[in-house]
């Protein structure tokens, strides 16, 4: 089966995706070992096609934070620059906000809850995390091409960026 014009997964993808520790800084092991899964899910599949670039990937993607902002230093493989976007955070504040909520319930029910109790919170995780992906997606607009999943990776990346344990 052909792919359609600008969707061939060998160009239009992230290969390697870096972190600014100077912004986002190092965490304890298991924070870090969250990250390294976050970062390996990502690579593994996605779709990535930053506008005007479409099709003269693969990519690589540095994230940092700078300031109240999230920064995405774009680059082909060789290192070449493609483009650095810088989205607020401020929209993506009370999605990880509730996420992390969220996230400590469903641990804390896994302990002793129900099935059917954890199920349900385990609905509403995916469902949180959805619209943090959802939000992602239309953040990224008119900068970059991702599907649905793709965007899903980010977020869980950017929400581990956030977590402090």
């Known amino acids: 089966m052909t792919k359609p014009p600008g969707q ?9 995706v870096t972190l600014d520790e100077d912004s986002i800084g190092r ?27 479409d099709g003269q990937g693969p990519f690589t993607l540095h994230i940092g934070i700078t300031g109240n902002r999230l920064m995405f230093d ?29 996230c400590d319930s469903y641990y804390q029910a896994i302990r002793t809850a129900t099935p059917d109790k954890i199920e349900a919170i385990d609905m509403g995780r995916r469902g949180i995390h959805d ?5 992602l997606q239309e953040r990224l607009k008119g900068k970059v091409r991702v599907d649905f999943e793709t965007s899903r990776r980010l977020f869980t990346l950017i929400t581990v960026l956030h977590w402090k344990g």
């Open 131 to 135: 619209e943090g992906s959802r939000t």
């Open 8 to 16: 061939d997964d060998s160009t239009n993808r992230i290969v390697g």
């Open 74 to 102: 774009i680059r082909r493989e060789d290192g070449t620059p493609v483009v650095a976007h810088l989205l607020s955070l401020t929209p993506f504040r009370r999605i990880v906000k509730d996420y992390f909520m969220i």
């Open 27 to 53: 965490s304890g092991p298991d924070i870090e070992h969250e990250r390294a899964i976050a970062i390996y899910d990502l690579i593994e599949q996605n779709l990535f096609a930053p506008d005007g670039a």
